[in-house]
């Protein structure tokens, strides 16, 4: 069994994604997620070659890449332009070395029934797979747990996972929003391995503060979720891969990129060597 320690590159945006990959490695980390936003700048000026240069000097690889929001409710009418969009994503992948999307539902719209969000979001996530699955790349379904999304429930988004039943697709867990979500681990612990793709780690302050929102999230231990629990019902359910630590907290934005980064990886190491 092995859980490897990744970072996502939404906890350093102080950094180019060179810098961000390269002092990640120094620093322990065997994989990366990268964010699109942080990687159009760079290939309008390096190639492909030079990047693939970069990952073999340092020794790193690209677990995945984050993502395609808000996809699961757009209309027919005006879908193609998500198609359009998956292509150029999954072309990015292509040239980074990875062959995960990372994709997140649509914020909740009035008058839907959870009933009609999983047909819409299975019939859409359906054609985004086709799409992906062209290039090689695989889709990873990521429940948030926040009450405004439209897939909040660990169990919804199995659901539809299974609907859709397609060889590329799968589930992505975030331990923010699995536990902002209310699920239970005995859900996490039945979840089919091979349809478990990628962990999110990262903790949240107790109580949660009122109208909490994405920039409250915290390094592993620095929280009161609860963290360990969470990572033996991943390994009864037989989980191996990327562990990633994904923050959006300003505080970690404003230090040097190689505190933050350091920060992250002894927060991380010391939460698996707990399991």
């Keep these: 069994m092995s859980l490897i320690p990744s970072l996502n590159q939404s906890t350093v945006k102080q950094a180019s994604a060179e810098e961000f990959v390269r ?36 020794g790193i690889e690209v677990a995945s890449l984050n993502s395609l929001e808000e996809f699961s409710l757009v209309p027919d009418s005006s879908f193609g332009l998500i198609e359009e969009k998956t292509r150029f994503m999954c072309s990015l992948c292509r040239l980074l070395g990875t062959d995960l999307l990372v994709v997140v539902p649509s914020f909740r719209r009035a008058g839907l029934s959870s009933q009609e969000v999983v047909e819409i979001t299975v019939r859409n996530l359906g054609r985004l797979s086709g799409v992906a699955e062209g290039f090689g790349v695989r889709l990873g379904f990521e429940p948030i747990g926040l ?12 659901e539809i996972v299974d609907q859709v039943d397609r060889d590329n697709l799968g589930l992505v867990v975030d331990t923010w929003s699995f536990f902002l979500g209310e699920n239970r681990l005995d859900d996490l612990v039945s979840t089919p391995n091979e349809k478990l793709w990628l962990v999110h780690v990262v903790d949240a302050p107790q109580p949660l503060p009122p109208n909490i929102k994405d920039g409250d999230r915290l390094l592993p ?13 991943l390994l009864q359910a037989g989980y191996s891969g990327a562990v990633s630590v994904e923050l959006f907290n300003e505080a970690l934005w404003e230090l040097p990129a190689r505190d933050t980064i350091r920060r992250s990886f002894c927060a991380l190491e010391r939460l698996i060597a707990d399991s």
């Design 147 to 158: 009450p405004w999304y439209s897939v909040r429930s660990w169990e919804m988004g199995l």
């Design 221 to 233: 231990g620095e929280g009161g979720l609860p963290l360990k629990e969470f990572f033996k019902a």
């Design 23 to 58: 002092i990640c490695a120094g620093e322990g980390f065997a994989r990366v997620e990268l964010r699109v936003e942080n990687l159009e700048s760079y290939f309008r000026i390096h190639g492909a070659e030079e990047w693939q240069a970069t990952l073999r000097d340092v």
